[in-house]
Structure formats: C-alpha cells, structure tokens
C-alpha cells in the first residue's frame, strides 16, 4: 500500500536567520545584519556569546543582560516595537533551544563577527554552546553557513580553523575594505558592504550599496 501523500508544503515559508554575535571585535556588524533582515520581514533567532556583552556595550553602548533581551535590541536599532515579533534571543548555554536541532528548519546562519574561539570551536567540532552547536547543526544540515571572524593578523591555528570549515562548505567572508564605489567612502558603507555581501549569501535581496556595472564609472567594454 502506497503511503498518505505529505501535506502541501508553502513555496516560500520565512524560515529564520540564526545570527551569532561574538566577543570579537565589530558587534555593529551583526546588529547593522539583524537590522536589514528584520526590514525585509525576515525572522531572527539572536544567539549572544557571553563574552559579547562586554564588547557589545564598549562599541554600542547598549547593556545586554537579564531580560527582555529582544526589546532591547529592537530599541537600540530604533525600529517599531513590532518588530519584536520577529526576533527570538536565546541565551548561549540553552543548548536545548531551537537552534540545537536539525530538525529545526532555519534558513542559514550567521557568525558575525566571529571570534578565534568560537572559530576553533566551530572547526573542531566543540559544541559546548548554543552558537557553535547551532552552526555544527548548519554544516551537518547542508545550509549556508556565514562566517565573519574579525582577527588581524591572522597566525597558523587561525588559517587551519578557517581552512577546515571552508573544506566543509562555509562561507568564509572577512571584513575587508572595499574602495570602487563612492558607497564605501565611510564607516557606514563599509559596514554595508559586509552585511550586504552577507545577505547576498543567504539569497536575499538589499540595497546597501550600489553593484558594480550600476554605476556611472562602470567600465564599459568594446
């Protein structure tokens, strides 16, 4: 006997972004992502490392700790109250949070920035905590994995962490400046850049800077 048909499935259901933020340098980065995905009505689940905070605060100013972590966040990025809806923030040693589990359907994931320790973390295997646990679950589950580490220079245990994860299908996308379009003469376009060249991983749609042949200085070709 032939099985019950599955019911139908939807053609674009919003699956939600992980986003991990860690203790390196650049927390703006996954804000300013948190910030676009939210605007494109795209679900967030929100994974803060502990040492975050203090970075967090240093760069941002904003305090994380006790609760009501998403309202924060939304308040801090100055977006409609709304918003919250589409935000869930776990804490990091909730490895039973929905992240943790492959059967939890997410539309990828993000480390951004990400830190030597989480990177070698990720690369070996280690998941101790709920942001490397959510992106072991990303690479076993063959989704888009995105990782930003934010380290300079680089030494030899760095290249190997970075290697490995690359070898095993993530997407290695460092911060690096960008100077061909007036979009990157400030902080803001630089950031913009980095978040965007994220979101063109993922597949969705942005206009955080202007692409190369959109522009009146393209070079045009006989």
């Known amino acids: 006997m032939s ?13 939600p972004v992980v986003v991990g933020i860690t203790g390196a340098s650049g927390s703006v980065l996954g804000f300013r992502l948190i910030e676009e995905l939210l605007l494109l009505n795209q679900r967030v689940e929100l994974v803060m490392t502990e040492k975050s905070y203090q970075v967090i605060f ?6 994380i700790g006790g609760q009501d972590k998403a309202q924060r966040v939304i308040q801090h990025l100055n977006l409609p109250t709304e918003r ?5 923030v776990y804490e990091n040693n909730r490895l039973d949070a929905p992240p943790s589990s492959g059967t939890h359907m997410t539309h990828g994931m993000a480390v951004i920035p990400c830190s030597m320790g989480t990177l070698g973390r990720i690369a070996n295997g280690i998941t ?6 959510a992106a072991d679950v990303t690479l076993k589950e063959h989704r888009k994995l995105i990782v930003v580490p934010r380290e300079s220079p680089f030494n030899q245990i760095h290249l190997r962490n970075l290697s490995t994860l690359a070898q095993c299908g993530a997407v290695i996308l460092p911060p690096m400046l960008s100077f061909y379009l007036p979009d990157f003469g400030t902080i803001d376009g630089q950031i913009n850049y980095t978040v ?12 955080l800077y202007t692409r190369w042949g959109q522009h009146s200085g393209a070079l045009t070709t006989s």
């Open 196 to 207: 965007g060249k994220v979101l063109d991983q993922l597949g969705l749609a942005h206009n």
């Open 128 to 133: 101790d905590t709920l942001v490397a646990r």
């Open 84 to 88: 919250v809806e589409q935000l869930r």
């Open 58 to 63: 240093e760069e941002t100013g904003l305090k």
């Open 3 to 15: 099985s019950a048909p599955l019911p139908a499935q939807p053609q674009n259901p919003n699956k």
